[in-house]
């Protein structure tokens, strides 16, 4: 069945940096677009970046352009997000998505704190 596993959440210093990764299981990873939603306590859940099943036109939120980037590895069935100049306001759940097949993750937490 369809699986999405993230990881590389934790916590970090204001500034700091994280990679999320989300690995990707049963289908087939570079046919589908994928998406980084986050969910910060109290807050509804907003998308912050997606990438084509090829790996181009990347699209970002306002609130995370020039600090996070998303890339994917076919090959390794696996979509990343590279996240730099941490804020507090990046606190959040942060889940990977497949919008061709409504497939989430079960989130991994980011906590930016000093």
């Known amino acids: 069945q369809v699986q999405l596993v993230e990881s590389g959440g934790g916590l970090v210093q204001p500034g700091g940096s994280l990679r999320l990764a989300c690995a990707a299981s049963?289908?087939?990873?570079?046919?589908?677009?994928m998406r980084w939603y986050r969910q910060a306590p109290g807050k509804e859940r907003e998308l912050v970046a997606q990438?084509?099943?090829?790996?181009?036109?990347?699209n970002y939120a306002d609130s995370v352009k020039g600090r996070f980037t998303i890339s994917r590895d076919n090959a390794k069935n696996t979509v990343y997000l590279q996240m730099n100049s941490l804020k507090p306001e990046d606190t959040a759940v942060y889940y990977c998505?497949?919008?061709?097949?409504?497939?989430w993750g079960q989130g991994t937490q980011v906590i930016v704190s000093s």
């Open positions: 049963g289908f087939t990873f570079s046919r589908y677009a």
């Open positions: 990438i084509t099943d090829a790996g181009n036109r990347p």
């Open positions: 998505y497949c919008p061709g097949l409504g497939s």
